[in-house]
């Protein structure tokens, strides 16, 4: 029976230091050769038994993914932040790294990330590279408004959208205008291309389609969000998904204090970036949509940034917690729509009539004793 062999990948871009370690925790191979893919498929084939391979996730990581899947091993990308909480040590050397990510796979201790099959990762590399291209050609209209500026010359707002006016500046002859223009031209060029195969992808997703019923989602958005969250089910709750996407706060709690900090860092930046973007094209196009309305109400109260998040959020329920005090249950309540909506008629409510004796008319004590004189000092104070 082949017993198995566990193998961490401690990858850079120009060397690859791998760790092989038996059930027992003892080194069998340490070896440290170059990035390509023969390289590291010589070595694991020189190793005995049933092989496990783990890598850290990183700019790169997909090539030696698939070169040690193709030898037969078993092959999990674990998740950087978590592992280095989980196994950090004060001596820090590749060897030191490789190593232990062996013994965390040994261990069965590794934090794992989730690896989408080969054509969502072409769909994420897509949506990338066309926000990529916008944000140079973002980049280069602002070149080109600059050097307009500098000239001299007016223009009003969303100008270069327009090719009769960008053949009308190239007309005066400035050579730097004419280069920023061409370069612009052929980034517009490239972004139609990657558009269309963004197109095609959001003809063959039913998700994609059916995200773009909700008012400010439109093709690209849709598609994006499909790449980068489908299947949706690896979420387990709206809790965890809210994480992976940046929209929940962070929270520092030590006793009987709890914080609640500025947004998660560790997130998936691009979908918090796009879902901001969608959030202030909803408002537009869904004003009386109840996402709108709640936005709106916190954006008056904490301003717009917090509306924004809240809205782009989804405005999720808050669950009751099964450790929750009465003031959290009570305070819970009141920040509810429903309690909010009883709230707002506390003044209408007629109040305690001990309360309204006590507060009101001052009378907290009888200063004299008897029946009889206690009615006659309430009387005097009612």
């Known amino acids: ?12 871009r120009k060397t690859v230091v791998a760790t092989a370690m038996d059930p027992m925790g003892r080194s069998i191979r340490h070896s440290t050769f170059g990035p390509t893919r023969q390289e590291l498929t010589d070595f694991l084939s020189a190793i005995p038994g049933t092989k496990k391979v783990v890598l850290e996730a990183c700019a790169f990581w997909e090539r030696y993914y698939e070169a040690a899947a193709s030898t037969g091993a078993e092959v999990v990308v674990s998740h950087p932040l978590k592992t ?41 590399h897509l949506v990338l590279e066309r926000l990529f291209y916008t944000r140079k050609r973002t980049a280069f209209l602002n070149h080109i408004y600059a050097r307009l500026a500098q000239r001299d010359i007016h223009y009003e707002s969303g100008v270069l959208q327009h090719k009769r006016a960008r053949a009308q500046f190239r007309e005066r002859g400035f050579p730097e205008i004419d280069r920023a223009l061409d370069a612009l031209e052929d980034l517009e060029g490239r972004c139609k291309e990657m558009d269309q195969a963004i197109h095609d992808a959001f003809l063959n997703s ?72 969608v959030s202030w094209t909803h408002r537009v196009h869904a004003r009386t949509g109840d996402v709108a309305k709640y936005a709106r109400r916190l954006s008056r109260r904490r301003g717009k940034m ?13 669950r009751p917690s099964l450790n929750e005090t009465f003031v959290q249950k009570m305070r819970r309540k009141v920040r509810s729509e429903k309690g909010r909506s009883h709230y707002r008629h506390r003044k209408c409510i007629v109040e305690p009539v001990f309360g309204q004796i006590k507060q009101g008319r001052g009378l907290r004590q009888f200063p004299l004793r008897g029946s009889a004189r206690s009615k006659g000092n309430a009387s005097s104070r009612l």
């Open 1 to 12: 029976m082949e017993t198995n062999t566990y193998v961490g990948l401690d990858v850079h």
């Open 206 to 277: 039913s998700e994609a389609q059916l995200l773009t019923t909700i008012p400010g989602i439109g093709e690209i958005t849709a598609v994006a969000l499909v790449a980068f969250l489908c299947p949706i089910e690896r979420f387990a709750n709206v809790e965890k998904l809210s994480s992976y996407v940046g929209l929940c706060p962070t929270t520092y709690q030590s006793a009987d204090r709890l914080y609640h900090g500025k947004l998660k860092h560790d997130c998936n930046a691009v979908l918090r970036w796009l879902l901001v973007e």
């Open 306 to 318: 917090r509306g924004t998040v809240a809205e782009r959020a989804g405005c999720p329920r808050v």
């Open 84 to 124: 280095r909480l989980i196994a950090e040590a004060s001596l820090k050397t590749d060897r030191v790294d490789s190593e232990a990510l062996a013994n965390l796979l040994r261990l069965d201790s590794i934090p794992l990330t989730y690896i989408p099959p080969p054509e969502i990762r072409a769909l994420r």
